[in-house]
């Protein structure tokens, strides 16, 4: 992250929240908050995280780009 003022500060965050409010949340209606908040953990974590393809990961969820990260760390320390 850059320091303050930097556009690159939250520009992350501010992509998920974009990616969220269109893929989820206007597509869906929500009789309470406590369900809007169920909901939407719900899907980021059984959806966003382990089956949305994304391209900064090489158009692999973020799970499975970890996995293989994790793998090939593993055995760079390896050889």
């Not at 992350?12 to 909901?39: I, P």
């Not at 994304?54 to 050889?79: F, K, M, T, W």
Request: charge should be neutral.
């Amino acid at each position: 992250m850059g320091r303050v003022g930097s556009c690159f500060d939250n520009a992350v965050s501010e992509a998920f929240h974009s990616v969220l409010k269109v893929e989820y949340v206007y597509r869906h209606t929500f009789a309470t908050r406590t369900e809007a908040r169920l909901r939407i953990a719900t899907w980021s974590t059984g959806f966003y995280n382990t089956h949305r393809l994304h391209s900064v990961c090489g158009y692999q969820s973020p799970i499975d780009y970890e996995h293989d990260h994790r793998a090939n760390s593993a055995l760079e320390l390896a050889a």
